[in-house]
């Protein structure tokens, strides 16, 4: 005895996709609340014409990086990372001392770290945009403002 299947499921063409510009201000939010709720809107998740193999999300825009929050200790705590690729060229950099100099790698290695690990993954990466004060040169494409749970 044959079914007759009468659903089909919905997968996204790169053609369909329709993609919008969101502003975020990261001012007082928690720095790991902030980074899954931002890696959800790369990814598309929020959206449901979400498909795993191709990238349907919307680009983000975060404003006043400088301004996020670290809970508990690890400001002084928290040690990001990064060869030379030379022998004995490991360096290490205080979170305290990254958000001094360079806030915007804080969110973006945060963000880095809850997208796949594949060239889909740089894709959406690609579209994180990340500036240390209020101010950003995208009001061309016109961005929503969102504001995220704190």
């Known amino acids: 005895m044959a079914y007759k299947m ?39 998740k929020n959206k449901p014409t979400y498909t795993p193999h191709i990238d349907t999300g919307d680009f983000i825009i975060v404003v006043n990086a400088d301004k996020v929050n670290l809970s508990g200790n690890k400001l002084t705590q928290k040690v990001y990372y990064r060869h ?13 001392d990254m958000l001094e100099k360079h806030p915007e790698r804080v969110i973006k290695h945060a963000v880095k770290g809850m997208l796949p690990k594949s060239i889909l993954g740089k894709q959406m990466l690609s579209k994180l945009k990340i500036y240390a004060g209020p101010a950003h040169p995208h009001d061309a494409q016109k961005p929503e403002k969102i504001t995220l749970v704190k």
């Not at 990261?26 to 790369?42: D, F, H, K």
């Not at 030379?84 to 305290?96: C, H, Q, R, V, W």
């Open 84 to 96: 030379t690729n030379y022998p004995g060229g490991l360096k290490e950099t205080l979170a305290k």
């Open 6 to 44: 009468t659903q089909k499921s919905y997968t996204a063409k790169p053609q369909d996709i329709d993609r919008k510009w969101y502003v975020v201000d990261a001012e007082g939010i928690s720095l790991g609340r902030l980074s899954s709720q931002i890696a959800r809107i790369l990814q598309g």
